[in-house]
């Protein structure tokens, strides 16, 4: 079946544009993750959705960064104002249910802030 | 201390060689737990959950340690294949997030 998909998978923008970054989960997913790895390092965790609901938005960097989901399906995450130090991958997962599941992750999103 | 820690490596092996890797976790009430995979430029894979009694997959075992706070993953017979970076997920006990380790790097030499 199909995997989790995300686009754009690469997106470079000048510094203080907004960009927008879309994930598809496995269908019938309920929980959505997004996460950012900078090159070299680890995975940071961003903010995960059960269902619709976000229940802690804490690991967004900044305020310039928000995400929604809407029907329980598609979601994006928006950055305005882009700084340098946002360059990064940008990887969204989904799981069959919460936080115990594991979890199934898209190719990414490259961006790179110029 | 950081929620999960691993030891970043590398950790060069020859094939055929026994390795493991610890990573040990902050939050006495996690519950869940995980090894996944990662290859370079590529998005981490699911390896193996990490169940209380220990749980075997062919070459790889894991094992968790809740009075020390550990999990463990050891291969056996490591293939070139098995080169890539190994990262520990572990869940926030409550907390509505799951933290990734950085990841232990495994490098098998022919």
């Known amino acids: 079946g199909a995997g989790v998909s995300q686009s754009p998978s690469n997106k470079v923008t000048e510094k203080g544009k907004d960009v927008e970054l879309r994930c598809d989960p496995i269908?019938?997913?309920?929980?959505l993750y997004w996460y950012r790895q900078s090159l070299g390092q680890g995975l940071e965790f961003l903010i995960y959705?059960?269902?619709?609901?976000?229940?802690?938005k804490s690991g967004l960097p900044s305020d310039r960064f928000s995400a929604e989901r809407t029907g329980g399906s598609v979601s994006t995450l928006t950055i305005q104002r882009t700084q340098q130090e946002d360059s990064a991958v940008y990887l969204c997962?989904?799981?069959?249910?919460?936080?115990?599941?594991?979890?199934?992750f898209g190719p990414g999103t490259r961006l790179t802030v110029t | 201390r950081k929620e999960v820690e691993q030891d970043p490596g590398p950790f060069n092996v020859p094939e055929g060689a026994t390795v493991a890797f610890n990573c040990t976790y902050s939050?006495?009430?996690?519950?869940?737990f995980f090894w996944y995979r990662q290859d370079c430029r590529k998005e981490p894979k699911l390896l193996m959950s990490?169940?209380?009694s220990g749980n075997e997959d062919g070459r790889f075992t894991a094992q968790l340690n809740r009075a020390s706070q550990y999990i463990s993953l050891l291969i056996r017979d490591s293939k070139l294949s098995d080169s890539a970076t190994y990262l520990c997920?572990?869940?926030?006990?409550?907390?509505?997030?799951?933290?990734f380790g950085t990841g232990t790097k495994l490098q098998v030499i022919p």
């Open positions: 997962a989904s799981s069959a249910e919460g936080l115990s599941y594991e979890q199934y």
């Open positions: 269908s019938g997913h309920t929980a």
């Open positions: 959705f059960q269902g619709n609901s976000a229940p802690d």
């Open positions: 939050n006495s009430a996690s519950q869940s």
């Open positions: 990490v169940y209380s």
């Open positions: 997920v572990v869940d926030s006990g409550g907390y509505q997030k799951v933290t």
